[in-house]
């Protein structure tokens, strides 16, 4: 098929009548995307219900446990100078 056999079925194409839709399309395009927007709203929120949890917990631990103190020593120095 050449440039112009082209050219003119692109054009028959673009000039026939679209193709019918369904009447009740938009209902359900517009059902689904509302039930996907609550679904990561949903999600969203779980996330940074997660996330402050998280936090939260760490801060306690870190306030509890002093991880950035050194530990103490097992075993007791030598003793010199007696």
């Not at 517009?30 to 990561?40: D, H, I, M, N, S």
């Not at 002093?66 to 097992?74: I, M, R």
Request: glycine share 2%; hydrophobic share 45%.
């Amino acid at each position: 098929m050449n440039r112009p056999q082209r050219e003119a079925a692109a054009r028959q194409i673009m000039e026939n009548a679209p193709a019918p839709m369904p009447p009740d399309l938009y209902a359900e395009a517009v059902r689904r995307g509302e039930r996907l927007l609550r679904r990561r709203q949903f999600v969203r929120r779980v996330l940074w219900l997660l996330a402050c949890a998280a936090a939260v917990a760490f801060s306690v631990w870190a306030a509890r446990v002093h991880p950035w103190t050194t530990p103490p020593s097992q075993t007791t120095p030598p003793i010199t100078g007696w």
